[in-house]
Structure formats: C-alpha cells, structure tokens
T-cell receptor, first 112, second 113 residues
Framework: ELKVEQNPLFLSMQEGKNYTIYCNYS?????LYWYRQDPGKSLESLFV?????AVKQEGRLMASLDTKARLSTLHITAAVHDLSATYFC????????????FGKGTRLHILP | DSGVTQTPKHLITATGQRVTLRCSPR?????VYWYQQSLDQGLQFLIQ???????AKGNILERFSAQQFPDLHSELNLSSLELGDSALYFC????????????FGPGTRLTVT
C-alpha cells in the first residue's frame, strides 16, 4: 500500500530565506500532487507532476519529482509571509486503484 | 473560487443521526471525489465517482455511502453518526477519471454532539 511521508511537519522560517519540503512515497507512482491549504479554507492545487525529472515553478514555489528516488520536493525561494499555509503532497499509485494518498501536511509559518 | 460548490457549509447534529452532504462539480467535470479531514486522521480519500459510477473507494466506513446523479452532482450520506465523524468533508472534481488537477470545494464542517 502506498504511503506518503512529508517532512518537516512544522516549519517556522524567516522571510527572505529559502527552504525545501520533502515528500517521500513508498511505492511506484507517476502522479504527484502538491496542494496548499490556508487555515479554515479548502485546498488549492499548486502542481501536478507526471514524470521523472518534472519541474514546475509558480512564483516563489518550485516543485520537482524524482520517481527513481520516490521523492518530490517543494522549494520555497525568498519566502514571504503570504506563503504561510499548510502544504500537502499526495500521490496516486501506478497500480491504478485510484486511491490518492495524502501526506500529513507541512505547516509553514513565515515570520516577518 | 474553484467552481465546486458544497452545501451546507456547517452542520451540527447529534450522535446516531443521519445527514446528507451535497456537492456540485465544476461545469464539465465528470469525476467527483469525497475527502474527510480531521485533526487525528489528516486528509483521507473516501470515494470517487466518475460519470455516475463508483470509480474508486478509499477509507469509507460502511455507515457512509455516496452516489452521483445524472446531472453529476453528488451526495455523501453519513448515518449512525458518532462523535469521531466530526470533521471537514471536502468534495473535489476533475475532468477525467484519472485525477489530473482536482478542484476542491469549500467543504462542509460537520460537528456531531
């Protein structure tokens, strides 16, 4: 069964710094998702990564996928307070049982 | 605004009761997914419907059931409610059977007292 682990689960960082959230998954997957959730709000799709080596960027966020290492990263460049949120990664197993598995989420707090 | 609507926004009910949560997907989306988010269990996939048929089943309890209607809206029925069922229930939709980008609704916050 596919398991998705994120780390760290909590991250407090200063504005202007760079940091990376890691998402490891346990079995083969070719579809990796990143979502953002603000407190009390719904989830917003950030990135969908479909192939090994895929890299996508939006503003200060960049996501990448290494299917051989079963690892996706979400890199934050020069963090700003508005990026404070909880970030989830999720994976879909290649056996196509279509059960999307979410990580526990990384609560990111960016200090001004 | 994702285009996915959910009603009601909040629901407070007693143990043992039954409730129905409703979801309307984005126009043109054929797939509907239901998720439960609680503090202790995190975000759990419950069930997916594609064009009216059950496509995938996750950690959905037997007390829970869902269906997707011909107009593609979906309902999640929760019965014999327990305190532990208190959670945020999200619906999401996507255009295809295999989820590419999912669009999440605002959620229904269920409180069981």
């Amino acid at each position: 069964e596919l398991k998705v682990e994120q780390n760290p689960l909590f991250l407090s960082m200063q504005e202007g710094k760079n940091y990376t959230i890691y998402c490891n998954y346990s079995t083969t997957s070719d579809r990796l998702y990143w979502y953002r959730q603000d407190p009390g709000k719904s989830l917003e799709s950030l990135f969908v990564l479909l192939s090994n080596g895929a890299v996508k960027q939006e503003g200060r966020l960049m996501a990448s996928l290494d299917t051989k290492a079963r690892l996706s990263t979400l890199h934050i460049t020069a963090a700003v307070h508005d990026l404070s949120a909880t970030y989830f990664c999720a994976a879909l197993p290649m056996n196509r049982d279509d059960k999307i598995i979410f990580g526990k989420g990384t609560r990111l707090h960016i200090l001004p | 605004d994702s285009g996915v609507t959910q009603t009601p926004k909040h629901l407070i009910t007693a143990t043992g009761q039954r409730v129905t949560l409703r979801c309307s997907p984005r126009s043109g989306d054929l797939s509907v997914y239901w998720y439960q988010q609680s503090l202790d269990q995190g975000l759990q996939f419950l069930i997916q419907y594609y064009n009216g048929e059950e496509r995938a089943k996750g950690n959905i309890l037997e007390r829970f059931s869902a269906q997707q209607f011909p107009d593609l809206h979906s309902e999640l029925n929760l019965s014999s409610l327990e305190l532990g069922d208190s959670a945020l229930y999200f619906c999401a939709s996507s255009t295809q059977g295999l989820p590419y980008e999912q669009y999440f609704g605002p959620g229904t916050r269920l409180t069981v007292t």
